[in-house]
């Protein structure tokens, strides 16, 4: 048995032997084509143009033994030249496959179901061909394939990931392939979507060009940039979704538009009937205007603004559009960014900044831009891209208001009225961007009692959102403490806080900012609204009646008050502020004077508040009081401050008289100030000057009467002196100095701390 299979093997060996040596090589070429099927904005055209298959694989095989002969790639033309080895007479077939494989270093391309089998086409088979010479196997065209009633043509997809690449990886921005195959599936269902490295084709998409964009562009995002899209169901014309979606898609969109336009034809999103011959629109999107939707594609949670916005960086003037010749913003041809043409300059930012970013929106785009092209960033034209599809990524007009020392002033709103629009954007002096982290602060001034409702809306009070915005609302009192706070309890995503009855008078604080990372930037209008207005109640007179009476007599005293709010009853708090008393309540009351020894004027202060507690301003009425009997002395009372004092922990302390010791009097008084709190010390009085030196100071007074006092927490001690109507008082001289022992910071033996002096003398 062994030797018989040796024999077998040397026979096998010799029949190989003698084949290669009557093999020899001869050249098959040929073409190979694919069925298109054209379209517009306006839908499928009904022609099926022919068109080259380009950078396919192309196998020579013996279409017997199914050996492989010869291997290549088709030119730009979708022909083929391929150098094959045969012996003899063959049945030659030509094979290409829906993959660039062998295309030198290209990108690899690959169009299989969604089970891997890769999709190829055939020439017809050249039966008996002589291998002495060469053959021409003619042009083969890839017809239409379907999948229920739709058609498609797998080449087609191939041709559309050719295209992709050939603009990344060509002169315009000269960037390597993917780290991948990009894999191309089709048919996958009811919807196309990618993933990774792959797109899948729904069952109806395989012709539609700009969807197959589409998907690439999320492969292209995904492998030469950073896309945070977390996916879901979205739809054109959706302007509230969530913007790191909007901007995976819009992106995506913009990249088949972009495609397009570099190919010279129009840019165009069209989602069309896979089983349709003409129109079959089931969605579509112009990129120039964002046609159907030019009135509804705002803000950079719509994924159509999105892709409008980063189609204008990029087009110009020449751009095939329904404005031939016209270019519809400030970016275009001939525009340079730092030396760079748009579509660089883009790519950089896509490439960069925004490669680098987490949780990727619009606003990168935005931040990315003005980072990456900082020398030069066009920023008047930028803005006006970005502004046209309401994404307001600049200060608003009451920037910079980030603090609450720096709230804006703001009128309570009356009627349907809200503030004009503010962005949650606030850059630093001197820059475009970022912006994030903008907080903005409204003032309010308001009375207690009232009861308000604070919110915010979508701009122009769109219930679609036409923003990002997630604005978060927290308000603060007068004394800064924070009252109330609501994310989103109104519409969308804004907040809504109603029926705050308004504690104290005072000004309050709106502060509105987002707590979202996906959203940071947006815009929104606000309102503060009275539920209720509580006015504070006006006092139009008060009126003392007589002004001017003896202090064994009485004023009355009457106000005049009124409240914008009808049925309020109105209270009043007389407050008598340097003596006296008050009889009686209400409107009018009586003004009963202490006795006194000169004539004093006394300060009554009224304030009138409502049921709720509002407080009219404080008003004040003067009376003129005179001593009933007179001064029983002849000659002038009088004080005045002398000496030098010695200094304490707190510096010298001071000793002041309140005015004169009128004879009689309730109002002399003498304060020590400036001394360590809650201190002791000792007042000397003496009826003549010594003025010795004592502890490092000087002691004026002869110590005939001594009081011992504590300061207050403030450092101060206050001595009223009341005077009675006594004749034995007059003319008396006393000085009085305070000393302050044991102060830490004092010199001395006994570390007295010492004011100077105050003389005084009793009188009229």
Known sequence: ????????????????????????????????????????????????????????????????????????????????????????????????????????????????????????????????????NDLNVGTSVAGVITQGSNEANPFNMLDMGVHVMEYITGPTLNEGNMNQTLRIYW??????????????????????????????????????????????????????????????????????????????????YTDLSGSAQTGGVQIRLRHENAQPFGTDAFGAADES???????????????????????DDGIGLGTSIGGLDPANAWWDVFRGPVATAGNVTMNHAWDG?????????????????FEARRMYFSNDVDEPNDTLATATPTAVQTGSNWSSPRSLFASSPGTFAPGTDDEDWYSYELVKGSDLLFRTRYENAVGD??????????????????????????????????????????????????????????TY??????????????????????????????????????????????????????????????????FDPPLVGASTTFVVELIVS??????????????????????VCTGAASAASGGVGK?????????????????PSSDFALTVSGALPSFSGILFFGLSQIAVPFDGGTFYPSPDIQIPFATDPAGEFVLPIVIPNDPTFCGIPLTVQAMLPNDPGAIGGKQTAQTGFVEFTFGN
């Open 1 to 132: 048995m062994m030797t018989r299979i040796f024999l077998t093997a040397l026979t096998l060996v010799g029949a190989l032997l003698g084949a290669q040596a009557d093999a020899q090589t001869f050249t098959v070429d040929g073409a190979f084509l694919y069925q298109d099927k054209e379209f517009a904005y306006t839908g499928w055209t009904g022609t099926d143009p022919i068109l080259p298959i380009r950078r396919a694989d192309v196998v020579v095989l013996d279409d017997t033994t199914g050996a492989v002969l010869g291997s290549g790639s088709t030119a730009q033309d979708g022909s083929f030249s391929i150098v094959c080895t045969g012996t003899g007479s063959l049945d030659v077939v030509v094979r290409c496959d829906c993959d660039t494989d062998l295309d030198g270093s290209f990108q690899r391309i690959r169009v299989t179901t969604e089970s891997n089998t890769e999709y190829s086409t055939f020439s017809p088979v050249f039966a008996a061909h002589d291998t002495a």
């Open 187 to 268: 048919p996958s269902g009811s919807g196309s979507f990618a993933t990774n490295n792959q797109a899948h084709m729904a069952d109806d998409d395989g012709f539609d060009d700009p969807v197959i964009l589409h998907e690439i562009g999320h492969v292209v995002h995904n492998k030469y940039s950073e896309s945070d899209s977390p996916g879901g169901t979205h739809f054109i014309g959706d302007s509230d979704q969530d913007p790191r979606l909007s901007f995976g898609e819009g992106f995506a969109t913009f990249f088949a538009g972009k495609i397009q336009e570099h190919l010279g034809r129009e840019a165009v």
């Open 525 to 590: 209008e606000f309102r503060a609204k009275h539920n209720f207005e509580n006015f504070v109640p006006e006092v139009s007179s008060v009126v003392a009646s007589p002004a001017t009476i003896l202090d064994t007599g009485s004023s009355t005293l009457t106000a005049t008050a009124t409240d914008a709010n009808a049925g309020q009853t109105l209270s009043y708090a007389w407050t008598p502020t340097n003596g006296g008393a008050i009889v009686g309540a209400g409107s009018s009351v009586l």
């Open 305 to 327: 603004a999105v892709a409008v916005v980063l189609y204008d960086l990029i087009d110009d003037v020449d751009s095939v559009d329904t404005t031939p010749g016209f270019d």
């Open 465 to 522: 959102a036409d923003t990002q915005a997630d604005v978060f609302l927290e308000l603060y009192g007068p004394t800064g403490a924070l009252l109330a706070s609501d994310d989103d309890s109104g519409s969308g995503r804004n907040p809504f806080v109603d029926d705050f009855i308004i504690p104290e008078t005072g000004t309050y604080t709106l502060r509105l900012r987002t707590l979202s990372n996906q959203r940071r930037y947006g």
């Open 647 to 663: 200094a304490g922990s707190l510096g010298i302390p001071s000793l002041t008289a309140t005015n004169l010791p009128v004879v």
């Open 369 to 385: 831009w003005f980072s990456e092209h900082v020398a030069d960033p066009h920023f008047a034209e930028v803005l006006g891209l």
């Open 610 to 631: 409502d049921d709720l507690g509002a407080e009219s301003a404080s008003e004040s009425v003067m009376i003129d009081v005179d001593p009933a009997g007179g001064s």
